[in-house]
């Protein structure tokens, strides 16, 4: 399984990573184009790699630890690009941190759910918070080289974009935060050596 075709995809994604970030500061406008290219093959093997886990039935535990990894990675990394490149700068970051801060609360809501074998589902309006989030970053990468779209340049599209993201992000993160504090009052509040979802488990097995 390690060397299925979904995992494969991971593992490039994760490799493109650095190629994007040092292609963006080759010079423009080849370097950005470039970096936008190496982006998008990222971000199309981030539906790939689950799409054809499931239909070849080749999910695998190290799939499912990889591919969440593989997506903060690539954002934060394009994210610190962009803003060594100075496409983000001002009050820009702002937003940029509010993605990433957002990355890093539901990675520890996740690993604690976990422990706890709680899922933690993702909605539908995170899935347009990351597609938002994914074309606002690729029309920064673009950045001053793309043409206009309605009189507007693309760097600016990128900006609306990665402020749009940021709200639903903060919508979103709200979410995963008030359920994952949910979780862990119950937590505290259930009997020594007993977790509210263990007993839900055993009653469900008793049926």
Request: charged share 15%; proline share 5%.
């Amino acid at each position: 399984m390690y060397t299925s075709l979904p995992n494969i995809l991971t593992y490039t994604r994760i490799a493109s990573i650095p190629v994007v970030a040092g292609l963006i500061f080759l010079g423009d406008p080849l370097g950005s184009w470039l970096a936008f290219s190496v982006y998008t093959y990222a971000c199309i093997t981030d539906f790939f790699d689950g799409y054809l886990a499931r239909a070849w039935h080749q999910q695998s535990s190290l799939g499912r630890f990889l591919d969440p990894i593989a997506d903060k990675l690539l954002i934060a990394g394009v994210l610190f690009a962009l803003l060594g490149a100075d496409r983000i700068t001002g009050l820009q970051i702002i937003p940029a941190g509010i993605i990433l801060g957002r990355e890093i609360l539901v990675s520890g809501l996740r690993e604690f759910l976990m422990e706890l074998r709680i899922g933690m589902p993702v909605s539908q309006l995170s899935k347009w918070k990351t597609t938002l989030q994914m074309l606002a970053l690729g029309f920064l990468l673009v950045g001053p080289n793309g043409p206009e779209f309605w009189s507007v340049p693309t760097l600016d599209i990128g900006i609306y974009g990665l402020w749009a993201a940021a709200i639903l992000t903060l919508v979103t993160g709200y979410d995963y935060l008030h359920a994952g504090l949910k979780h862990i009052a119950e937590t505290d509040h259930a009997p020594a050596g007993r977790h509210p979802e263990h007993d839900e488990t055993e009653e469900s097995g008793q049926k």
